[in-house]
Nanobody, 122 residues
Framework: QVQLVESGGGLVQAGGSLRLSCRASGSIFSINAMGWYRQAPGKQRELVAEISSGGSTRYADSVKGRFTISRDNAKNMMYLQMNSLKPEDTAVYYC????????????????WGQGTQVTVSS
């Protein structure tokens, strides 16, 4: 079994910062791409940022220059440093990872965390 657990969400004023963490645990052989998504009330879930196993990154236009994604492969951890937060960043943030569970299986499956709430007040 594999679990992804997010932490670090909370309430912050506009212009403030938060750092989200995502920890993958369980039966894991390797992790390919990882990403952060968010879903605001009444809206579809959207990609915020993603990072490959080699460290290549991609960001949504709305967060470029403000958010930084990173990962620690040795610890199966991923982070999202969020600076200059805006009220429109308010959402539940989910982590996502493509995980290969066993050395004898070459298949990667996508796993999701339960989400962490980020609320930015104006």
């Amino acid at each position: 079994q594999v679990q992804l657990v997010e932490s670090g969400g909370g309430l912050v004023q506009a212009g403030g910062s938060l750092r989200l963490s995502c920890r993958a645990s369980g039966s894991i052989f390797s992790i390919n791409a990882m990403g952060w998504y968010r879903q605001a009330p009444g809206k579809q879930r959207e990609l915020v940022a993603e990072i490959s196993s080699g460290g290549s990154t991609r960001y949504a236009d709305s967060v470029k220059g403000r958010f930084t994604i990173s990962r620690d492969n040795a610890k199966n951890m991923m982070y999202l440093q969020m600076n200059s937060l805006k009220p429109e960043d308010t959402a539940v943030y989910y982590c996502n990872a493509d995980i290969r569970r066993y050395s004898y299986s070459y298949s990667y499956f996508t796993h999701w965390g339960q989400g962490t709430q980020v609320t930015v007040s104006s």
